[in-house]
């Protein structure tokens, strides 16, 4: 009784696969745009850093007026500030930064008459180039390049007894810590090193808006934040990186404006307005 049941089960669904399948059609994407980026927390402000938006995916159906979005994308991300002119105290330097992520976001769209469709969605980006620059020079910190890593602060010396400070984000506690634990230091800088890496992994939320101009053409503007800081780094009062007065979560915050090609779209409302008729 049992087996008849699942063929009788296999056999419905076989039946049925084909009207399924003729009904949901999905649609390939291509997309070209570009970005206007800055880095939250960095001390430079402003969406100055221009990069480079580009990939496929794929929309899958879920109703008539609902889709998921399956992306695979190449995203330059970063700051910009042209020169120290523009600057505040705690960071008197021409800076260039550029962050070259290969990105898979998934998104949920809600379409209203094939016209207009609003997305929500989050995404992964694995960092896979980074170039930092302070007045054209590559940045470093007592000598060391910036590469990728934890993005967290670290003691300068090894010691297993030596408190956690990773994930310190106030500078008052920071120094009472190194106070405590090393009475003549001076400066903090002495005893902590700056960060000097980027964590690999971003996790970013994603806000969409489409916008249909021509049969299988789109425009679309994106806002994607950071869910998790990019890294932690310490600021100084001045120049002579002495006296450092905070300590700053960066975050990526990004703008882009895109073009979407949709294949299959023609085919798929066709199938849609059959499947309301009850073809």
């Known amino acids: 009784m049992k087996k008849l049941s699942i063929i009788a089960l296999l056999l419905a669904f076989t039946m049925a696969a084909p009207s399924l399948l003729h009904a949901q059609i999905i649609k390939g994407e291509v997309f070209v745009g570009g970005n206007a980026s800055q880095v939250d927390g960095d001390e430079c402000f402003g969406f100055k850093k221009f990069g480079v938006h ?9 109703t008539s007026w609902m889709d998921v979005g399956l992306e695979v994308l190449f995203n330059q991300k970063g700051a910009y500030k042209r020169n120290a002119i523009t600057s505040n105290s ?26 207009v469709s609003v997305g929500l969605g989050v995404s992964y980006g694995r960092l896979v180039g980074l170039t930092e620059l302070k007045d054209g020079e590559p940045f470093e910190y007592d000598g060391v390049g910036i590469g ?28 009472e810590i190194v106070v405590k634990r090393y009475p003549d230091a001076i400066y903090i800088s002495e005893k902590v090193a700056n960060s000097n890496t980027y964590r690999p992994h971003d996790f970013s939320i994603c806000a969409d808006l489409r916008f249909r101009i021509w049969e299988g053409i789109h425009a679309e503007l994106r806002y994607q934040y950071s869910l998790r800081p990019i890294r932690h780094r310490m600021f100084y009062e001045d120049s002579s990186l002495i006296l450092a007065n905070q300590i700053r979560t960066q975050y990526n915050n990004n703008i ?7 294949f299959n779209e023609h085919r798929a409302n066709a199938n849609k307005e059959a499947s309301k008729k009850g073809q």
């Open 90 to 115: 705690t960071f008197p330097y021409a800076y260039n930064l550029r962050l070259n992520y290969a990105e898979i976001p998934v998104m949920i769209y809600l379409t209203d008459k094939d016209a």
């Open 148 to 175: 990728v890593g934890d993005g967290q602060l670290h003691w300068k010396q090894e010691d297993d007894n030596l408190p956690d400070i990773s994930q310190i984000t106030d500078i008052n506690e920071l120094n």
């Open 54 to 62: 580009a990939g496929a995916g794929a929309l899958i159906p879920l």
């Open 256 to 262: 882009t404006l895109r073009v979407v090609y949709l």
